[in-house]
């Protein structure tokens, strides 16, 4: 098992899952904007929103106030619903009980969440789900410093068990209704960058979980 191989992986991996989490859980603020915008990594990540005119010719206060917040209170709060059990229930109702089995799964990890913080009404927010796999790849590094083999592939079981079981199983149609429903580029490239990130992530941690075999 190449350590320092998987360590850089999951950097790259870290990052990815905190900045679409970060995107889909509250609205931007002008700190956020400035550190997406001083990343040239991140920038080429979002080409539409890099290149956005009105990115240019405005203020952030002007864009996150009257383009930005409007387009996230569309997304996730309006006229969409971020929830898995939405997508996945034949009533298509939101299950914010402790009868859904995501909440089940973060409490058998100890991942707690404060549904008031990010104003959602059930664990089971996209955002949330891709926060929960950002902590998991926290717990990965660690193993990794470790050098603990053993602990390693068990943390990449359990991440590629969630996006097998939970959000592939719901969060491809979601973000593509996400990104026909966008009306920034921002929100638009997020649609495209989640989705194409984790179909992608799905099969690297296919591809990695051979060495524990």
């Known amino acids: 098992m190449d350590f320092a191989q998987l360590k850089q992986e999951n950097i790259s991996r870290t990052n990815l899952y905190a900045l679409i989490s970060r995107l889909m859980l509250i609205e931007v603020d002008e700190d956020f904007l400035k550190t997406i915008e001083g990343d040239e990594l991140i920038m080429e990540l979002l080409p539409h929103y890099r290149d956005w005119n009105k990115r240019k010719e405005h203020a952030h206060s002007k864009l996150i106030n009257e383009y930005l917040n409007v387009d996230f209170t569309s997304l996730f709060l309006m006229h969409m619903v971020p929830y898995e059990s939405f997508y996945v229930r034949e009533d298509q109702m939101v299950e914010s009980g402790g009868d859904n089995p995501v909440i089940e799964l973060y409490n058998a990890l100890d991942f707690r969440v404060d549904l008031g913080k990010a104003r959602i009404v059930s664990a089971d927010h996209i955002g949330v789900e891709l926060e929960f ?13 470790a050098e603990d083999s053993e602990g390693v592939c068990e943390l990449l079981n359990v ?28 929100y638009h490239d997020t649609s495209e960058l989640s989705l194409e990130f984790l179909l992608s992530d799905y099969e690297y941690l296919s591809q990695t979980l051979e060495v524990c075999r």
């Open 133 to 145: 796999v950002y902590m998991l790849c926290n717990a990965l590094d660690k193993a990794i410093e």
């Open 159 to 186: 991440q590629k068990g969630f996006l097998r079981d939970h959000l592939l199983q719901w969060a491809p149609m979601f973000l593509i209704n996400m990104r026909r429903e966008s009306r920034t580029p921002l």
